[in-house]
Structures are given as structure tokens and as C-alpha cells.
Nanobody
Framework: VQLQASGGGLVQTGGSLRLSCAVS????????IGWFRQVPGKEREGLSC???????HYSDTVKGRFAVSEDNAKSTVYLQMNSLKRADTGVYFC?????????WGRGTKVTVSS
């Protein structure tokens, strides 16, 4: 099982980015995907997830600004991030929950500048 997050970069406050999480090694529809953010000195924070049924959930921190979606044909899950704030700076990870096991990919760095 492999996950690869991409799409991070440098963006100004108020801007947008779309992160991608490409999943391989697990059949489409057999995993839930969560998006997390890591900031140095802080615990990894859960931001959003999309379940096997397609149901989505968001933390209060990102609700109304971020949107998670999936393209099953591409085995890819997206995180659309709008109205970015400096506090959104961090390394973003995606995690697949498959039959009770968690699989993490390498993160992608997002920097929001003022």
C-alpha cells in the first residue's frame, strides 16, 4: 500500500491550494482517507476525512474553507483549501484506513505567507 500526497507550495493569505493523495495497493472503495496537518512542536492535527460511503467530515478549524473529494477512477483523494490563513502552514499528510490498519504517505508542505 502506498500513498503519495502532493500539491503543497507557497501561497499568500486568502489564496487556495489543492492537495492530492494518490492511493495504490488498495481497491477503490475499500478505504477511508484522512487529511492531517503537522506543525513543529505540536501534535498532528486531523483536518478532514472521507469515508468508504463518501461521507465527509471536517474539523472546526477548516470547516467551510476546506473540501475533501475523491476521484475513484484515479484512486485519488483531493483536499481543496480555500481562504488560507498563516495558521494553515504545515506539512500535510494523508492516511488510509483499510480494515483497521492505517497507512501513511509522505507529507507535502504548505506555507501561507502574509
Amino acid at each position: 500500500v502506498q500513498l503519495q500526497a502532493s500539491g503543497g507550495g507557497l501561497v499568500q493569505t486568502g489564496g487556495s491550494l489543492r492537495l492530492s493523495c494518490a492511493v495504490s495497493g488498495i481497491g477503490t472503495g475499500h478505504y477511508a482517507i484522512g487529511w492531517f496537518r503537522q506543525v513543529p512542536g505540536k501534535e498532528r492535527e486531523g483536518l478532514s476525512c472521507i469515508g468508504v460511503s463518501g461521507a465527509t467530515h471536517y474539523s472546526d478549524t477548516v470547516k467551510g474553507r476546506f473540501a475533501v473529494s475523491e476521484d475513484n477512477a484515479k484512486s485519488t483523494v483531493y483536499l481543496q483549501m480555500n481562504s488560507l490563513k498563516r495558521a494553515d502552514t504545515g506539512v500535510y499528510f494523508c492516511c488510509a484506513d483499510h480494515l483497521g490498519d492505517d497507512f501513511w504517505g509522505r507529507g507535502t508542505k504548505v506555507t501561507v505567507s502574509s
